[in-house]
């Protein structure tokens, strides 16, 4: 099983600020790796996949980069709805398909 | 509109049984591999079961693997997990959602439905 570990696990940031999240996969998911991100009470909704390519409709603002083990989430300047829970995902190796613990990313 | 509705969660004794559906629109089903995740109060998100397009694969998490079935009705739209031998640890609101292609190889999900929970207790 491949072991999906996101860092920070909380980032406190104010809006306008640039948000990095990292995620580490402990084996190659060569570019295999999404991203999503969830609001309270809401269903995890698709930012990034394939590691950096952007879902339909998602803001410019968020850009995935990153192959094999290693890859990063951004945001390049956060809005008052962007605050939420964002876990990465990967789908090279199966079964099981992974998640990361998540990031909270909070209002400071 | 894609949109994915989860029904047939509730509070149920371990041991017990329960069947889950997940009711498909706005796009053609029968194209999509699906998937069951789900996420304990206040945890993160565990998946569960895949099936492709048309029920030629299927896999599960070794922690459901002998007590849940996926399954999946293309003519109706729906997808449905079975889930016997219910265990305390399986408390989730478990969410369907949709793969981006047929196949459930090297495919992410890309729509995810609101959820039911399902408590066993």
């Known amino acids: 099983e491949i072991v999906m ?32 991100q969830q609001k309270p009470g809401q269903a995890p909704r698709l930012l990034i996949y394939g590691a950096s390519t952007r879902a339909s409709g998602i803001p410019d603002r968020f850009s995935g980069t990153g192959s094999g083990t290693e890859f990063t989430l951004t945001i390049s300047s956060l809005q008052s709805e962007d605050f939420a829970v964002y876990y990465c995902h990967q789908y090279d190796n199966w079964p099981p398909w992974t998640f990361g613990q998540g990031t909270k990313v909070e209002m400071k | 509109e894609v949109q994915l509705v989860e029904s047939g969660g509730g509070l149920v004794q371990p041991g017990r049984s329960l069947r889950l559906s997940c009711a498909a629109s706005g796009f053609i089903f029968e194209d999509y591999a699906m998937h ?18 048309n029920s030629g694969l299927i896999e599960y998490a070794d922690s459901v693997k002998g007590r849940f079935t996926i399954s999946r009705d293309n003519a109706r739209n729906s997808l449905f997990l079975q889930m016997n031998s219910l265990r305390v640890e399986d408390t989730a609101l478990y969410y369907c959602a949709k793969g981006m292609m047929g196949s459930i190889f090297g495919v992410v999900e890309d729509y995810w439905g609101q959820g039911t929970l399902v408590t066993v207790s």
Do not use: F, M
């Open chain 1, 5 to 36: 570990t996101q860092s920070p696990v909380t980032l406190s940031l104010s809006p306008g600020d640039r948000a990095t999240l990292s995620c580490r996969a402990s084996h190659s998911v060569s570019s295999k790796l999404a991203w999503y």
């Open chain 2, 36 to 53: 069951w995740v789900r996420q304990a109060p206040g945890k993160g998100l565990e998946w569960v079961s895949a099936i492709n397009w």
